[in-house]
């Protein structure tokens, strides 16, 4: 399973870590996942924030969250975790770890439908 955690209440600027860490025989060879980050607003879709491929040599942003969020994986504790800097009211969302066994040829892990497993989801709430 996926576990997501460390989201809050912060204010417009300030900054939370979000962690996700996987458990069970399914995530036993972690570095073979692609992890994602989503995340869902009220009364809106679920959308793509950031996703790190297996080894963490590669990352893809969403440009709403370019250069302000951080994507980082250690493979040692089966653990994701998202930095997120100058968090802005916009931000408010709860966010949801996704992961997916990474795939040769396939690049772009983007979607919702790209995602087999996915976490509980956290509340952050940024506040002006």
């Known amino acids: 399973q996926l576990q997501a955690y460390g989201g809050g209440l912060v204010q417009t600027g300030g900054s939370l870590r979000l962690s996700c860490a996987a458990s069970?025989?399914?995530?036993?060879?972690?570095?073979?996942?692609?992890l994602g980050w989503f995340r869902q607003a009220p009364g809106k879709e679920r959308e793509f924030v950031v996703s790190?491929?297996?080894?963490?040599?590669?990352?893809y942003y969403a440009d709403s969250v370019k250069g302000r969020f951080t994507i980082s994986r250690d493979n040692a504790k089966n653990t994701v975790y998202l930095q997120m800097n100058s968090l802005k009211s916009e931000d408010t969302a709860v966010y949801y770890c996704?992961?997916?066994?990474?795939?040769?040829?396939?690049?772009?892990?983007?979607?919702?439908?790209?995602?087999?497993?996915w976490g509980q989801g956290t509340q952050v709430t940024v506040s002006s």
């Open positions: 996704a992961a997916s066994v990474e795939s040769r040829g396939k690049y772009s892990y983007s979607t919702t439908e790209d995602y087999d497993y």
């Open positions: 069970g025989r399914t995530f036993s060879l972690f570095g073979n996942f692609v």
């Open positions: 790190i491929s297996g080894s963490g040599g590669s990352t």
